[in-house]
């Protein structure tokens, strides 16, 4: 399975015109899911309470009016044409904007950052630029402002969460009101006695259906998701042509602005709290940014204007035609809808087609939800949690059980709690405007900051933009207790989990760096470290990018003995999206050849996948192969390391990689009657929770006449200590707030960083390997 390698070959054929179509038609099962449902509840929860459908037809066409514009201004103009440019090596998303920002201004919120990562491949920008200052001096003010102010960067921080935090409520909201709405349409058959008995339980029934088969993963039944999409696109734009042709061919004036401001002359408040239910229409338009990694954007492009974009037009067209000649509807919430406005002889099938788009979009905003809190957590902002590949050949595609679980809890209680459309509708409507502000604020910054733009530009584009979503989620907040309370609630509880493991993240690696041992106290020890090397591979964990971690000297002083060949591996994220393979290992000796001390780095975007233990095994040992035999010069690399500088001890890190996978010069396959020692080589779960049949392999030492004899003695050492076995060492860290800490600190430290701690997950690459290769090493914090 080398999901990587996939990647980078998708990433390759995105070119062609005949690729771009293909995967234009592939979004409308990913990305449009849910943006191209809001027909089913856009017009029910506008008409909710607030305004009352009359003879003149005025609300109906001011509401048609806002619904039109709303969807040309936002997800057209400001996505489609300008937002989809911001993209962070073709993802995209908060955080990918967060991460442009970061990376332009130097404001690294990843505390392992090192000067080196700058130099990788993805770290350029698209004019070319490398460092964060150089480039246009336009925005240098805006980087001269966010480099000295502590206080900004904590605000652009918690800014950037905020919307993450949102985005994992529209997780739980969006599935409810969606495949509520679907089920509404149930409404028309059973009288309302029994509609409500009935419309609650069978939604949660496809809702828990939904949750309980995401571990099966989409890839089985993906390719299903673009016609169900596809078909119900098709559905809503004929019947909206055959209702405007029918009932009211005038209804094409509606599409005037002057129809706005006679809605909001003649319903005045109400209509603006209408804004609310009107705002739904825009809903999953974040998923065109949000997904861009998955497609390109032409393919996005395509898509909306050419077929998403008219077929919405045509069917909230429709819808208004219809109402606007059917003036004795029941002016309530239980009739006005869409299904009143599909002709009986279709409704059925029509009915059939809306439930499965509603599982369709749902699935949409799961799996992403998924892929945002993976992200998160690969960039310290959410606690480690476990990350299953449901497919072994499309990238992108993960499970997170406990999420999972989270999700579906949530999402039934907010349908059994509300078990309506409008409050359903009034809390996904503030989430959803939440994010897009966010979004708004961040691309500010991005166009002068990044895009080296007129200051004049972001102004203008944060003023216009922010000036109509500020409107909106105005009209989503005044309905707080009725629904939109939701939203604010989960997302301060999300926010706070990922602020207090952020900060206690920030302050652990504070206290590594405060408290490592010097390198100078390493070398005074001698090659033998003053204890007996026995034979083996130590592998010890540390996050640190520089010096001695303090659980080393700890480990020394209790135990006689260490293995021939010690690494300290840090494994950690860098504020890209994607790594290349050839890109990934920074490898480093500390202090002379003979101690057989090294360095190792594995450097991981915020999309990466982290191999397994067996091929991380791999390429671990054949990155230091192949840094041995590079005869990288480090012969004074005691003198160098005896200042202790990490900047220095940075220089003297080479990057090696073996594009997408190990080199066959390092390793040969073993039979299965042999065993290549002790190593790592545990049940490991693999897709869908089965065991994979592993490969095993043997090192070999290359033969290469060029080596000295000191590289080959060196390579050698390596080789028997790798037949030997490898053994990992883990810190087990024990977190306290000092003496002295301010009742808050104690409070997050001591009881909500050190319970996520507990309750989360190992480093990805040790979550397979076998007790009897692992060691941990516990140590108290204070910090």
């Known amino acids: 399975m080398d999901l990587e390698a996939a990647h980078y070959d998708t990433l390759r054929k995105r070119d062609s015109w005949r690729s771009v179509l293909l995967l234009a038609y592939q979004s409308l099962g990913v990305v449009y899911g849910d943006l191209s449902i809001s027909p089913l509840y856009v017009f029910k929860n506008a008409f909710a309470d607030d305004i009352e459908h009359s003879e003149g037809n005025e609300e109906i ?20 044409f300008i937002v989809l440019q911001a993209d962070d090596n073709g993802e995209g998303g908060t955080f990918a904007l967060y991460s442009l920002i970061c990376r332009h201004a130097r404001i690294g919120f990843l505390p392992s950052g090192q000067v080196i990562d700058e130099e990788l491949s993805a770290y350029k920008k698209g004019d070319g630029e490398v460092g964060p200052t150089s480039g246009s001096s336009r925005g240098s003010w805006i980087r001269a402002l966010l480099e000295k102010s502590r206080v900004l960067q904590k605000v652009l921080l918690i800014f950037a969460l905020l919307g993450t935090c949102m985005v994992i409520g529209d997780g739980v909201l969006t599935p409810a009101v969606s495949v509520f709405s679907a089920v509404s349409g149930l409404e028309l058959y059973i009288s309302k006695e029994q509609h409500r008995y009935v419309e609650v339980p069978v939604a949660c029934l496809i809702l828990v259906c939904l949750f309980a088969l995401q571990h099966y993963g989409t890839h089985r039944v993906g390719f299903l998701f673009a016609p169900i999409v596809a078909t119900w696109l098709m559905c809503i734009s004929i019947i909206g042509v055959y209702n405007i042709a029918r009932w009211d061919p005038h209804v094409l004036r509606a599409l005037s602005p002057y129809y706005m401001y006679q809605f909001l002359k003649k319903t005045r408040r109400g209509g603006w709290m209408s804004l609310g239910g009107i705002l739904l229409c825009i809903t999953g338009s974040e998923a065109m940014y949000a997904d861009l990694g998955h497609f390109s954007q032409t393919s996005i492009k395509i898509a909306f204007s050419f077929l998403v974009y008219p077929a919405l037009v045509l069917a909230y067209m429709g819808q208004a035609a219809y109402l606007s000649q059917h003036h004795d509807i029941e002016k309530t919430s239980y009739k006005i809808g869409f299904y009143v406005s599909v002709p009986e002889q279709v409704r059925w099938p029509v009915f059939v087609i809306a439930v499965l788009a509603a599982v369709v979009g749902s699935q949409a ?15 310290e902002c959410f606690p480690r949690v476990k990350i299953v590949h449901t497919s072994s050949s499309v990238h992108g595609q993960i499970y997170i059980p406990e999420i999972n679980w989270i999700l579906m809890l949530l999402c039934l209680s907010v349908t059994i709690g ?17 994010v897009m502000l966010v979004t708004t604020c961040l691309m500010a910054i991005v166009i002068s900051l990044c895009w080296h733009k007129n200051p004049l530009f972001s102004i203008t584009f944060l003023l216009f933009f922010g000036s109509i979503e ?20 989960l997302s301060l509880i999300f926010l706070l989990v990922m602020y207090v493991w952020h900060y206690g993240t920030l302050k652990k690696y504070e206290f590594d760096v405060q408290n490592k041992v010097s390198i100078r106290w390493l070398l005074n020890l001698g090659p033998s470290l003053g204890i007996v090397r026995v034979r083996g591979i130590g592998l010890i964990h540390t996050e640190l990018v520089s010096g001695i971690p303090a659980i080393f000297s700890h480990f020394v002083t209790n135990l006689p003995a260490f293995h021939q060949v010690l690494v300290f591996l840090c494994v950690k994220s860098v504020p890209v999206p994607y790594v290349q393979p050839e890109e990934r290992f ?4 500390i202090g002379p050849k003979e101690y057989r001390l090294y360095r190792v780095i594995v450097r991981y975007g915020y999309r990466d996948i982290q191999k397994d233990d067996l091929e991380f095994e791999k390429e671990l040992v054949s990155s230091i192969a192949e840094f041995i035999r590079s005869g990288i010069n480090n012969s004074d690399s005691s003198t160098n390391h005896l200042n202790d500088d990490p900047e220095k001890t940075t220089e003297k890190l080479a990057v090696i990689g073996t594009p997408f996978g190990l080199s066959e010069e390092y390793c040969e396959a073993v039979p299965d009657n042999e065993s290549p020692g002790p190593s790592s080589n545990g049940n490991a779960v693999g897709i869908n929770g089965l065991v994979p049949k592993r490969k095993r392999v043997r090192f070999l030492l290359p033969k290469s006449p060029e080596l000295d004899s000191a590289a080959r003695e060196e390579l050698r050492d390596l080789e028997e200590a790798r037949e030997a076995g490898m053994s990992f060492i883990l810190g087990h860290s024990y977190t306290r707030a000092k003496s002295g800490s301010g009742f808050i600190k104690r409070v997050a430290i001591n009881f909500g960083y050190e319970f996520l701690r507990r309750n989360s997950r190992g480093p990805a690459y040790a979550a397979n390997i076998p007790h009897a290769s692992t060691l941990e090493v516990g140590m108290v914090y204070h910090v």
């Open 61 to 80: 066409y001011g509401v048609l009016s806002f619904v039109f514009w709303t969807l040309t201004v936002i997800p057209l103009l400001k996505y489609v």
């Open 365 to 379: 905003v799961i799996t992403g939800t998924f892929s945002i809190i993976k992200q998160c957590s690969a960039l």
């Open 418 to 434: 509300f078990h309506d459309t409008k409050r359903l509708g009034n809390a996904s409507g503030l989430a959803v405007i939440t």
């Open 470 to 489: 500020a409107f909106y989620f105005s009209a989503s907040l005044i309905k707080f207790l009725e629904g939109a309370w939701v939203p604010i609630a």
């Open 586 to 589: 920074l490898v480093g000796r």
